[in-house]
Protein backbone atom coordinates (compact mmCIF):
# COMPACT_ATOMS: atom_id res chain seq x y z
CA UNK A 1 0.00 0.00 0.00
CA UNK A 2 1.61 3.37 -1.24
CA UNK A 3 2.31 5.88 1.43
CA UNK A 4 0.28 8.83 0.62
CA UNK A 5 1.13 12.56 2.69
CA UNK A 6 -0.14 15.02 0.08
CA UNK A 7 2.31 17.04 -2.21
CA UNK A 8 6.14 16.98 -1.87
CA UNK A 9 7.70 20.02 0.38
CA UNK A 10 11.23 20.29 -0.35
CA UNK A 11 12.56 21.87 2.44
CA UNK A 12 16.35 22.30 1.12
CA UNK A 13 16.31 25.74 0.01
CA UNK A 14 14.43 27.63 3.25
CA UNK A 15 17.14 29.82 4.17
CA UNK A 16 16.47 31.59 7.58
CA UNK A 17 16.08 30.30 11.07
CA UNK A 18 12.98 32.21 11.09
CA UNK A 19 11.23 30.18 7.84
CA UNK A 20 12.46 27.08 9.38
CA UNK A 21 10.84 28.02 12.65
CA UNK A 22 7.50 28.41 10.76
CA UNK A 23 8.53 25.03 8.68
CA UNK A 24 9.01 23.36 11.99
CA UNK A 25 5.73 24.54 13.41
CA UNK A 26 3.79 24.05 10.63
CA UNK A 27 4.30 19.86 11.02
CA UNK A 28 2.00 18.18 13.32
CA UNK A 29 5.29 16.39 14.97
CA UNK A 30 6.60 20.58 15.57
CA UNK A 31 3.50 21.52 17.57
CA UNK A 32 3.52 17.82 19.48
CA UNK A 33 7.05 18.21 20.79
CA UNK A 34 6.55 21.44 21.58
CA UNK A 35 3.64 20.82 23.62
CA UNK A 36 4.74 17.92 25.47
CA UNK A 37 8.05 19.86 26.51
CA UNK A 38 5.97 22.51 27.95
CA UNK A 39 3.93 19.61 29.47
CA UNK A 40 7.35 17.92 30.88
CA UNK A 41 8.51 20.93 32.65
CA UNK A 42 5.37 22.01 34.10
CA UNK A 43 5.28 18.77 35.58
CA UNK A 44 8.59 19.18 36.90
CA UNK A 45 8.37 22.56 38.37
CA UNK A 46 5.25 21.08 40.04
CA UNK A 47 7.35 18.29 41.80
CA UNK A 48 9.00 20.53 43.80
CA UNK A 49 12.55 22.40 44.06
CA UNK A 50 15.74 21.18 42.47
CA UNK A 51 18.26 19.17 43.34
CA UNK A 52 21.81 17.14 42.88
CA UNK A 53 19.65 14.25 41.37
CA UNK A 54 18.48 16.20 38.71
CA UNK A 55 21.62 17.15 37.77
CA UNK A 56 22.19 12.97 37.99
CA UNK A 57 18.78 12.56 35.74
CA UNK A 58 19.93 15.05 33.20
CA UNK A 59 23.61 13.22 32.91
CA UNK A 60 21.75 9.75 32.69
CA UNK A 61 18.99 10.82 29.70
CA UNK A 62 22.30 12.84 28.00
CA UNK A 63 24.68 9.19 28.22
CA UNK A 64 21.36 6.75 27.40
CA UNK A 65 19.80 8.72 24.64
CA UNK A 66 22.39 8.44 21.85
CA UNK A 67 22.18 4.67 22.07
CA UNK A 68 18.58 4.32 21.96
CA UNK A 69 18.76 7.01 18.98
CA UNK A 70 21.22 4.95 17.31
CA UNK A 71 19.39 1.21 17.74
CA UNK A 72 16.55 2.95 16.58
CA UNK A 73 18.01 4.24 13.40
CA UNK A 74 20.28 1.26 12.76
CA UNK A 75 17.97 -1.68 13.40
CA UNK A 76 14.39 -0.01 12.79
CA UNK A 77 14.58 2.68 10.15
CA UNK A 78 17.07 0.45 8.44
CA UNK A 79 15.54 -2.56 8.83
CA UNK A 80 14.58 -4.34 5.50
CA UNK A 81 10.57 -5.16 4.97
CA UNK A 82 9.82 -8.52 6.66
CA UNK A 83 6.84 -10.36 8.33
CA UNK A 84 6.17 -10.94 11.96
CA UNK A 85 4.56 -14.15 11.56
CA UNK A 86 2.18 -14.00 8.79
CA UNK A 87 1.98 -10.00 8.97
CA UNK A 88 3.66 -8.28 6.94
CA UNK A 89 6.45 -5.50 8.96
CA UNK A 90 7.59 -3.00 7.39
CA UNK A 91 8.72 -0.22 10.18
CA UNK A 92 11.29 1.27 7.81
CA UNK A 93 8.86 2.80 5.18
CA UNK A 94 8.75 6.16 5.89
CA UNK A 95 12.71 6.17 6.16
CA UNK A 96 13.37 4.66 3.16
CA UNK A 97 11.18 7.79 1.15
CA UNK A 98 13.50 9.65 3.18
CA UNK A 99 16.61 8.00 2.27
CA UNK A 100 15.28 8.34 -1.59
CA UNK A 101 14.41 12.32 -1.00
CA UNK A 102 16.21 13.96 1.89
CA UNK A 103 14.66 17.49 1.33
CA UNK A 104 11.03 16.71 1.38
CA UNK A 105 9.85 17.38 5.06
CA UNK A 106 6.90 14.62 4.72
CA UNK A 107 9.16 11.63 5.35
CA UNK A 108 11.42 13.77 7.27
CA UNK A 109 9.20 13.98 10.13
CA UNK A 110 7.36 12.08 12.37
CA UNK A 111 3.55 12.54 12.30
CA UNK A 112 2.06 13.73 15.59
CA UNK A 113 0.52 10.97 16.88
CA UNK A 114 4.11 9.01 16.76
CA UNK A 115 5.69 11.81 18.21
CA UNK A 116 3.40 12.24 20.69
CA UNK A 117 3.37 8.24 21.42
CA UNK A 118 7.43 8.26 21.54
CA UNK A 119 7.24 11.34 23.65
CA UNK A 120 4.82 10.25 26.14
CA UNK A 121 7.03 6.34 26.35
CA UNK A 122 10.39 8.06 26.46
CA UNK A 123 9.14 10.37 29.35
CA UNK A 124 7.82 7.44 31.20
CA UNK A 125 10.80 5.18 30.19
CA UNK A 126 12.96 8.01 31.65
CA UNK A 127 10.76 8.63 34.90
CA UNK A 128 10.46 5.08 35.74
CA UNK A 129 14.18 4.36 35.32
CA UNK A 130 15.88 7.27 37.26
CA UNK A 131 13.38 7.78 39.22
CA UNK A 132 14.11 3.83 40.46
CA UNK A 133 17.83 4.80 40.38
CA UNK A 134 17.17 7.69 42.78
CA UNK A 135 14.60 5.83 45.00
CA UNK A 136 17.23 3.09 45.65
CA UNK A 137 20.07 5.98 46.59
CA UNK A 138 17.16 7.84 48.49
CA UNK A 139 16.69 10.67 46.85
CA UNK A 140 13.59 12.37 45.42
CA UNK A 141 12.59 9.77 43.26
CA UNK A 142 9.41 12.24 41.83
CA UNK A 143 11.43 15.01 41.05
CA UNK A 144 14.37 12.82 39.63
CA UNK A 145 11.88 11.02 37.18
CA UNK A 146 10.03 14.18 36.36
CA UNK A 147 13.80 16.01 35.13
CA UNK A 148 14.58 12.87 33.10
CA UNK A 149 11.04 12.24 31.67
CA UNK A 150 11.57 16.31 30.41
CA UNK A 151 15.43 15.69 29.12
CA UNK A 152 14.00 13.03 27.34
CA UNK A 153 10.98 14.57 25.99
CA UNK A 154 13.44 17.71 25.26
CA UNK A 155 15.40 15.20 23.74
CA UNK A 156 12.75 14.12 20.94
CA UNK A 157 12.09 17.47 20.12
CA UNK A 158 16.06 18.15 19.96
CA UNK A 159 15.69 15.00 17.00
CA UNK A 160 13.05 16.78 15.28
CA UNK A 161 14.37 19.73 14.76
CA UNK A 162 18.06 19.29 14.26
CA UNK A 163 17.17 16.54 11.29
CA UNK A 164 14.76 19.07 9.77
CA UNK A 165 17.66 21.84 10.32
CA UNK A 166 20.14 19.68 8.56
CA UNK A 167 18.10 19.08 5.76
CA UNK A 168 17.36 22.92 4.98
CA UNK A 169 18.86 25.46 3.91
CA UNK A 170 19.77 26.89 7.02
CA UNK A 171 23.69 27.13 8.46
CA UNK A 172 24.07 26.37 11.82
CA UNK A 173 25.21 29.00 14.01
CA UNK A 174 26.58 26.61 16.59
CA UNK A 175 30.18 24.80 15.81
CA UNK A 176 29.09 21.17 17.14
CA UNK A 177 25.56 21.51 15.41
CA UNK A 178 27.61 22.14 11.30
CA UNK A 179 29.44 19.10 12.45
CA UNK A 180 26.51 16.97 13.35
CA UNK A 181 25.02 18.40 9.92
CA UNK A 182 28.06 17.07 7.82
CA UNK A 183 28.06 13.59 9.35
CA UNK A 184 24.44 13.15 8.77
CA UNK A 185 24.56 14.03 5.07
CA UNK A 186 27.74 11.69 4.93
CA UNK A 187 24.72 9.11 6.38
CA UNK A 188 22.66 10.39 3.30
CA UNK A 189 24.88 10.55 0.44
CA UNK A 190 27.88 8.04 1.22
CA UNK A 191 27.20 5.28 3.67
CA UNK A 192 23.98 4.36 5.06
CA UNK A 193 25.65 2.06 8.06
CA UNK A 194 27.63 5.00 9.48
CA UNK A 195 26.99 8.25 11.21
CA UNK A 196 23.63 6.87 12.79
CA UNK A 197 23.34 9.82 15.54
CA UNK A 198 21.35 13.01 14.43
CA UNK A 199 21.78 15.35 18.29
CA UNK A 200 25.00 13.31 19.39
CA UNK A 201 27.46 10.71 18.36
CA UNK A 202 28.45 9.16 21.41
CA UNK A 203 27.02 5.72 19.96
CA UNK A 204 28.52 6.07 16.55
CA UNK A 205 32.10 6.59 18.78
CA UNK A 206 31.64 3.73 20.76
CA UNK A 207 29.74 1.53 18.46
CA UNK A 208 32.10 1.89 15.90
CA UNK A 209 30.53 3.92 13.23
CA UNK A 210 32.15 7.06 12.88
CA UNK A 211 35.04 6.73 11.09
CA UNK A 212 38.33 9.12 11.32
CA UNK A 213 38.10 9.96 8.04
CA UNK A 214 35.10 9.71 5.55
CA UNK A 215 37.26 8.48 3.06
CA UNK A 216 38.12 4.47 5.04
CA UNK A 217 34.11 3.89 4.10
CA UNK A 218 33.09 2.89 1.07
CA UNK A 219 30.49 4.55 -1.12
CA UNK A 220 27.20 2.89 -0.41
CA UNK A 221 24.53 2.21 -3.69
CA UNK A 222 21.75 1.97 -1.18
CA UNK A 223 22.43 5.39 1.00
CA UNK A 224 20.43 6.89 -1.91
CA UNK A 225 18.06 4.00 -3.08
CA UNK A 226 17.32 1.67 -0.03
CA UNK A 227 14.69 0.25 -2.46
CA UNK A 228 17.88 -1.89 -3.76
CA UNK A 229 18.65 -3.53 -0.58
CA UNK A 230 18.01 -7.15 -0.44
CA UNK A 231 14.93 -8.37 1.53
CA UNK A 232 14.34 -11.92 2.93
ZN1 LIG B 1 18.05 12.66 7.24
ZN1 LIG C 1 18.96 6.69 7.82
Redo the contacts with the bound molecule.
Sequence with gaps: MPLSRGARHDVSGVATHRALVGVFLGEGSGRAVVVLTAAAALVRTAAGPIGPFDVFAVVVVALVFPFVEWCI?TYV??KAPGRLGPIPFDPSRA?RH??RDPGDARWMMLRWFQAGFYGVVIGAGAFAVVGGLVSLLGGDAVGAGATAALAGIAGLAAYEWLHLLFHSGVTPRMRWVRTMRARHRL??WRN?WHW?GVTSSLGDRVLGTLPADAADVPRSDTARAPELVPTD
Design positions: HLHHHHHHEM
